[in-house]
C-alpha cells in the first residue's frame, strides 16, 4: 500500500525509521498501518480544518500562516500557531473589522486567493488589517452598508429627501449615513423589536423578509402552515403557539 506521504497529508521523512506529520508535529513510525491509521484520526483531522480556517498552508515540506507572514518553525504545530498571541490577535482584530460588514474571509483563509472580498461594494481587498480598515470606513462602503441594511431594517425612503421611515419604528430618521446606521445598531426601540421577534421566529419556518423589505406588505409568511400572520409579537406568538403550527412539527 502507498504511504499517504506529501503536500496533501503533510507527512514528510524524518529518518530511515520514521515520518513526520508537519500538521500535527508529531513522529510516525515509517510504516504503511501506523501512517494510515495517523491521517485517518481526529486530530490529523481536525488541524487539516484549522488550517483551512486559519490561513495556513503547506508550501515546501513546511507550514506557512499568510495572517503571520511566516513559516512555522519544525517543532510548531498547527494547534500551538494558532493558540499564539501574534496569530490569535490577528484573527480576533480582522474577525472584529469584518463584522456586520459583508466581507467574506474565507477563500483567504483556505488559501484559496490571497485577497478578500467586498459583497456590498463589489471589490477585492488586500488582505491586511489597515487595508480592511480603512475600507470599512470609507464613505462608499458606509453607505453602500446602509443601502443594504435598509430593506433588512425597514427602512424606507419617503417624500422628503432629507429624511427616511422606520416602519418597525414608525419614526422619521434623517437621512444621512451615520443617523440611518446608529439608529439601526444603538436605538432601542428598534433593536428590542427585532430581538422580540427574531426569538419568537427562531426554528419556526417564519419569514419576515417581505415585512421588512416592502413598505406596504404586513404580514410575516408561515412557510410550515402556508399562511400569513400579521407581523406583530403578540400575532406572532399566538400562531407558534397554536395547535395548528405545533401540529405541522408533530408537536
Not at 30 to 52: D, F, P
Not at 241 to 247: D, F, P
Request: some cysteine; aromatic content about 6%.
Amino acid at each position: 500500500m502507498k504511504m499517504k506521504t506529501g503536500l496533501l497529508y503533510g507527512i514528510v521523512a524524518c529518518s530511515k525509521t520514521r515520518v513526520r506529520c508537519i500538521f500535527c508535529g508529531v513522529f510516525i513510525p515509517k510504516a504503511s498501518r501506523c501512517i494510515e491509521q495517523h491521517t485517518n484520526g481526529i486530530r490529523h483531522k481536525e488541524n487539516v480544518e484549522l488550517m483551512n480556517e486559519n490561513g495556513i498552508t503547506f508550501i515546501d515540506d513546511a507550514l506557512h500562516c499568510k495572517p503571520c507572514n511566516r513559516s512555522l518553525p519544525h517543532e510548531e504545530s498547527v494547534m500551538m500557531h494558532i493558540d499564539c498571541e501574534d496569530h490569535s490577535n490577528w484573527m480576533a482584530a480582522m474577525e472584529d473589522l469584518v463584522d456586520g460588514e459583508f466581507i467574506t474571509l474565507d477563500a483567504y483563509l483556505c488559501c484559496e486567493k490571497d485577497d478578500v472580498f467586498c459583497e456590498v461594494c463589489n471589490s477585492n481587498i488586500e488582505c491586511s488589517l489597515q487595508s480592511i480598515e480603512e475600507h470599512v470606513n470609507h464613505i462608499n462602503h458606509r453607505s453602500n452598508i446602509t443601502d443594504r441594511l435598509k430593506p433588512l431594517n425597514g427602512i424606507f425612503p419617503v417624500s422628503n429627501d432629507h429624511e427616511v421611515w422606520c416602519k418597525v419604528c414608525d419614526a422619521y430618521i434623517e437621512n444621512t449615513v451615520p443617523s440611518i446606521l446608529n439608529h439601526i445598531d444603538d436605538d432601542e426601540q428598534h433593536m428590542e423589536w427585532f430581538t422580540i421577534i427574531e426569538d419568537l421566529i427562531e426554528n419556526q419556518e417564519i419569514s419576515i423578509e417581505s415585512y421588512l423589505s416592502s413598505e406596504h406588505e404586513e404580514t410575516a409568511y408561515c412557510k410550515k402552515c402556508h399562511m400569513e400572520v400579521l407581523c406583530t409579537a403578540q400575532n406572532i406568538s399566538s400562531h407558534v403557539h397554536s395547535e395548528a403550527h405545533l401540529n405541522q412539527f408533530g408537536l
